[in-house]
């Protein structure tokens, strides 16, 4: 699992798959999340806006990211 640390208190969803680099545009990102390929702590996430804090762990297309 990689960490991704971040300098806000959150991170939106969609943001935090284009700073990991899985994603390289907000429009990839939205269709990932809409199309339930998204997990966030274990559970497919529908919300793209979803906010994210440090210790959230994020899964997509076989890799896995915890916020830090």
């Known amino acids: 699992m ?15 798959l284009k700073l990991s680099g899985t994603v ?6 939205k269709f990932a999340i809409q199309n339930g390929e998204v997990l966030v702590n274990g559970e497919i996430c529908l919300m793209r806006g979803k906010k994210l804090r440090p210790g959230d762990e994020v899964a997509y297309a076989g890799a896995q990211f915890q916020v830090e």
């Open 24 to 29: 390289d545009t907000g429009g990839q990102a």
């Open 2 to 16: 990689e960490k991704i640390k971040i300098e806000t208190e959150f991170i939106r969803l969609d943001s935090f």
